[in-house]
């Protein structure tokens, strides 16, 4: 059974063009995801706007504006990649301390193995390192041991993660783009949209389902309402025509009745 299940994992987090590990996965509109980087391949002689079959189902997508950049990243399948990077790439053993590989001080005496992980800065840091980040005057970073904690908090960064700035954090709605975007990206190319903070547009969006939920709820009774009335006005039609029959069926014995009469 665990077999099974690392296969049918390997297998979602797998490029179907490239068959390696997904690099920024994209996805088509029929959902089907790829690299960024096989698509560009794959569609290297296509334009924004022409229309292209999906390489995996052949459904027909047509290419953004902006090129296949453009296109929805696929945050399900970065998810799985992330699990996957932490739990089988052990990617947070044996690392040294960012900030002491910046400063250039790895050398056997100041190369101190990352302990710790800052997730305002992203960054690995050592026990010493780390501390300065707990007093920070605007107000203290969130620092968490390396780990499984600190695994779990990537994957939810990275789902909440800009399309466009990987480490910049969507806190908007662009109402006329249907998007979430980060701040940067609002100043670059939604100023003049209509944008509100991303939990005002889901209250708005759970207050439209809501609206259309009672609506599909009345639209229903109508429905069935008036379905009622019509098996009740086709059973009564059904009554009056078998009325008109039997009215019919005697009328004819009364004159077969009185034609032998009148005949004797």
Do not use: W
Not at 93 to 119: G, I
Request: aromatic residues 6%; charged residues 30%; neutral net charge.
């Amino acid at each position: 059974m665990a077999k099974a299940a690392s296969v049918t994992y390997t297998d979602l987090t797998t490029c179907p063009i490239c068959l390696n590990l997904f690099d920024n996965p994209k996805s088509l509109p029929c959902l089907h995801a790829f690299c960024l980087k096989c698509l560009q391949g794959h569609f290297k002689d296509k334009r924004p706007g022409d229309k292209e079959p999906c390489p995996m189902c052949r459904k027909e997508f047509q290419i953004p504006p902006e090129g296949l950049d453009g296109l929805q990243h696929h945050f399900f399948i970065q998810r799985l990649v992330d699990v996957r990077n932490a739990f089988h790439s052990e990617q947070f053993d044996e690392e040294l301390c960012e900030v002491r590989q910046e400063e250039k001080e790895a050398d056997s005496n100041n190369a101190l193995m990352a302990t710790m992980f800052c997730v305002d800065c992203n960054q690995k840091l050592c026990e010493r390192c780390s501390r300065p980040h707990k007093k920070m005057k605007g107000g203290a970073h969130q620092v968490i041991p390396l780990g499984a904690e600190a695994e779990q908090e990537l994957i939810q960064l990275r789902a909440g993660s800009c399309d466009k700035h990987k480490d910049k954090q969507v806190e908007l709605y662009c109402c006329d783009c249907d998007e979430n975007i980060c701040f940067m990206r609002f100043a670059v190319k939604h100023r003049c949209h209509n944008c509100v903070d991303i939990p005002e547009a889901a209250d708005n969006f759970r207050s439209r389902i809501d609206d259309d939920h009672r609506k599909i709820l009345s639209a229903s009774r109508s429905v069935r309402q008036q379905s009622d009335q019509n098996k009740q006005a086709a059973a009564e039609l059904r009554v009056k025509v078998e009325n008109a029959k039997q009215q019919v069926l005697a009328t004819v014995d009364e004159i077969k009745r009185s034609s032998t009469t009148r005949q004797v």
